[in-house]
């Protein structure tokens, strides 16, 4: 059954099962992590956390996959350009590495927010100030894992449009994506007032990307 299903294949059902577990996860979440609102969002965090707790290992699973898409992706196109193929696998593996240690101190914010719900006083201001620092680490972590990701997306996108790997269009997307991907996360770490929306263009273009390997991508990386 799937003695005919390539290594490019197998890529494009990740990048869709990545993108698809993401947004699982967001819908069962329930609380944005705020830093600037740590109490509204210990509430939220509190009031769902079986919720939460299942949100955040949905996304641990999701991270995870981006790690075993980076080395397959390498090994499906390594071929057309060694050099591209691995500085995009070494920037996706820090992606997934780094957002996926940001996403494990969800479980801390899970336990504080229990706790400060049966809290009073002092005990329950120090509860949210460490609330506030891991929310804050983990925007930070979450953000730099971003960078790596468009950074290992646009070295990918180059190899596309110089390899002819896959069609010319879909890599000029990935180019463009990354490029606005990328400057609307710098803007939004300089100033994070700023909105990172730039970033929403790599959505459709990993969709596109996914569907087209998982559909036509039976000649890349035969197993």
Known sequence: MFAN???GQVCGFLFLFILLTSMLS?????????????????????????????S???????HVSIIALAGLLFIAFSPYNRSLALLGTLWRVAEGTIIALSEASNFVIIDVSQKSASTTGAQAMALESMGRIVISMGEWGYKIGLIFLVLGSLMYAILFVTSGA???????????ASILAVGGILLN???????MVSFLVMIPY??????????????????
């Open 166 to 176: 896959v069609p010319l269009a879909i890599g000029w997307f990935g180019v463009i």
């Open 56 to 62: 955040v290992v949905i996304d641990l699973i999701s």
């Open 26 to 54: 967001q819908v069962l979440a329930g609380a944005v992590l705020d830093p600037q609102d740590v109490l509204g969002t210990m509430n939220k965090v509190a009031a769902n956390s079986k919720k939460f707790r299942i």
């Open 206 to 223: 990993e969709i596109v990307l996914g569907f087209w390997l998982l559909i036509w991508g039976g000649q890349i990386g035969q197993l």
């Open 5 to 7: 299903i390539s290594i």
């Open 189 to 195: 770490l300089i100033n994070p007032n700023l909105s």
